[in-house]
């Protein structure tokens, strides 16, 4: 009994110092019915794991507290090393001293609970904003807005054996159309990931100095996108996740940063106490290591169930259901679009915005979805993804319907130019195109993932429908060195070609687009 009485508060502190850490450091309000749902829940589990200690062996005794810290560590140190470290380090003093660690751990992590709860510990906002002084625009250059929507496919690459798909497509296509939009339906990016494909498309094809990690996302760095718009003179504000970096590659009057997976955006959503403290539980899971690792093992097996019994198996997916940041884009977005009714010529709005990217948290009209319904647990059914995908889609269009509209009230009504793409596509794909699966992925993942959005809108632009494959960095390249006034033309340089990347992500071989996908697109037809 002794063991359990001095497991209880040394378990119970652990929980609650790192909870109440995380909690603070996403600046999320401890007094709130979720966070008590939360708390009461790994209240449960901290008793739950104290009554293991009534089992009277001294290498169960072991086990238990070497589990312990290296819990304790890994929850709160971004560093396996250092879990690793600990965790041995115990295991070693419990074997040889045949003492107990458990009072310690109970004075450190209640040490470390009242600190968190004053909060002395770090805090980060879910918006940070920095303006700088600028000289009023004097130049007469149209205003212009630049979103580039992340994972956003093209037009002719929404799959035509989906009947959804097929009726999106005619919608986006007569949306932007009747909105003074050219559309180039055939534009695709030559990178499957956001780190390597936005610093190509912003370079126009050419080298780029970006620093790009899968993990921890890509800092742009100089190029040629940037250095063009302030050459023209324009004045710069910028609205970036934390994920890709912008700011520092450019002079610019603001830098707006949302954090793309900080827990405070759940705050001003109509997710109710029990929704939000399910998001709140798998992101506060998400910190371990370890567990992540254990729920990657698990949804393996359970694909694995799949295949062989021919029915549905449930993942945990915790990595996917612990993100935020689809709604955390889209807020942000929405404070853009009330920002564009004061645009003035001479201004560039540019937005890098982690939507339509999953997780698929909204339907067509905007409004949220139940969390367990973010990730589908069926995602080996394709057209499950796809159809959530696609009501995402709706509502992003119609988030850019509401930027057009707000412009067209703005000072710069009368002169202004809307710049609308992906990076790469949906990524919806029976298999990932990419080198490791070389051999083995179809024509439609290839499309599915390289397929991106391309639209213009600007004055003495037609507007119109182009369905011949370009590039978006080449479309991109055309429309700013023709200094917005030139019409972008897709142009023929020998076969189509992307590049497929390794487990890094990092570019590694050129691959031919599917050629039967090529000649479709080829068809004059359908362009106008």
């Known amino acids: 009994r002794s063991d359990l009485f001095r497991a209880v508060p040394a378990v119970g502190l652990i929980l609650a110092a790192s909870a109440t850490n995380f909690l603070r450091y996403h600046d999320y309000p401890l007094l709130s019915a979720e966070v008590f749902l939360f708390a009461a829940f790994f209240g449960m589990v901290a008793l739950g794991i104290s009554a293991l200690f009534s089992i009277r062996n001294r290498y169960w005794r072991v086990f238990l507290e070497t589990a312990i810290v290296f819990l304790a560590v890994d929850l709160n140190a971004d560093s396996p090393i250092a879990t690793a470290v600990a965790a041995s380090g115990a295991l070693v003093y419990l074997i040889l001293a ?21 909060g002395l510990g770090e805090t980060r906002s879910s918006v940070e904003q920095d ?23 093209g037009i002719e690459g929404l799959p035509p054996a989906n009947p959804e798909a097929v009726r999106l497509k005619d919608e986006l296509k007569a949306s932007y159309i009747s909105q003074g939009f050219r559309v180039y339906g055939g534009a695709y990016s030559q990178h499957l990931y956001t780190i390597h494909a936005i610093p190509d498309i912003l370079n126009f094809g050419e080298k780029s100095e970006a620093k790009a990690d899968k993990n921890k996302g890509v800092i742009l760095g100089e190029n040629s996108y940037f250095e063009a718009m302030n050459r023209y003179g324009y004045t710069i504000h910028i609205v970036q996740s934390d994920f890709a970096e912008y700011c520092s590659s450019s002079a610019y ?43 990657i093992a698990f949804d393996f097996a359970s694909y694995g169930a799949t295949s062989a019994l021919g ?28 920002r564009l009714i004061r645009a003035q010529p001479g201004e560039l709005y540019f937005m890098h915005a982690l939507a339509p990217h ?30 959530a ?64 959005l391309f639209a213009l809108k600007g004055p003495g632009l037609e507007p119109g429908y182009e369905r011949r494959p370009a590039p978006v960095a080449s479309l991109l390249g055309q429309w700013v060195e023709g200094e917005l006034r030139t019409q972008p033309h897709p142009t023929s340089h020998g076969t189509a070609q992307v590049y497929l990347g390794d487990r890094d992500f990092n570019p590694i071989q050129r691959y031919p687009l599917p050629q039967g996908w090529l000649d479709t697109l080829a068809d004059e037809s359908a362009s106008r």
């Open 389 to 452: 995908y696609l009501e995402q889609v709706y509502c992003v269009a119609e988030k850019v319907g509401v930027a057009v509209r707000a412009l067209s009230q703005s000072p710069a009504k009368d002169n202004f130019v809307v710049i609308v793409h992906g990076d790469h596509g949906s990524r919806i794909t029976q298999r990932p195109p990419d080198q490791e699966n070389l051999g083995k992925f179809d024509d439609a993942d290839i499309v599915a993932g390289f397929s991106t």
């Open 311 to 338: 029915r549905e198996m449930p993942l945990l997916d915790i990595d996917q259901r612990r993100r935020t940041s689809t709604i955390a884009a889209l807020a942000a977005l929405d404070a853009l679009n009330s």
């Open 253 to 295: 009057a603001s830098c707006t940063t949302y954090g793309a997976e900080n827990l405070s955006v759940l705050r001003d959503t109509s997710l109710s106490a029990p929704e939000r403290a399910f998001v709140m539980f798998f992101k506060f899971l998400s910190l371990s290591k370890a567990i992540r690792d254990l729920s």
């Open 358 to 387: 999953y997780p698929y948290a909204v339907r067509k009209d905007c409004s949220l979805r139940p969390p367990m319904e973010w990730e589908p647990l069926a995602t080996s059914v394709q057209h499950i993804q796809e159809n």
């Open 98 to 118: 045949g003492g107990t660690l458990l009072p310690l751990l109970t004075v450190m992590f209640g040490v470390a609970f009242l600190t968190s709860l004053v």
């Open 131 to 153: 303006e700088r002084p600028s000289a009023a625009t004097t130049t007469t250059r149209p205003a212009v807005l630049h979103l580039i929507l992340d994972e956003h496919i």
